[in-house]
């Protein structure tokens, strides 16, 4: 009877041990996944600070590019223009120093849509100069494939296939590199309008506004 004693006690000593470890590891792991969860948040909140400063980069380069070769550079005086045009550089300089570089995950098939979509980019892209008014329809069917809202003209519908296929953030460069191309458009178009016809212009730019 003392040894049956014994061995239940010994018995109840190991699954008091055994019910003790197991709650301490469920608790350890409970701590460790709120732990991650925590961190997860600050590496999401990390890879959108670092997209918004590469958007930011991207923006400032091109403000940058746009005033070396706006119009109001052909209104100042030499001295002037030189003065202006070395601080631009500066500027421009400066901000190429600045290195950002979020990379995106993507499967296989994510890479190859990708590509797709950057080659069907770039083939309008290097028609610009052949025949500016195509092009910018093609773009502006291109953006309208990768945008939500109803588009003003007609959707490039194997595009935007292609786009549908690619990584979420890479969605996004997509649409903000074609809507400078645009803007990069219609900033030249004014521009060669001002050179024909400065005065009428200048004033449907000014009734515009």
Known sequence: MAQARISAKAGDGQLRGRFFRSSSMADCSSRLLQNLDQLELRVEALRDAASAMEQEKETLLEMIHNIQNCQDMRHISDGEREELSLTASRLMGRTLTVE???????NPQQQESLLHATKMIDEVVNKLLDNLEDSKSRLMSLYGACTSEVPSGPIDQK?????IGCAIEDQKKIKRRLETLLRNIENSETSVMLLEHPKSTVQQLCNNK
């Open 159 to 163: 595009f935007q296939s292609v786009v």
């Open 100 to 106: 950002v570089s979020v990379e995106t995950i993507r």
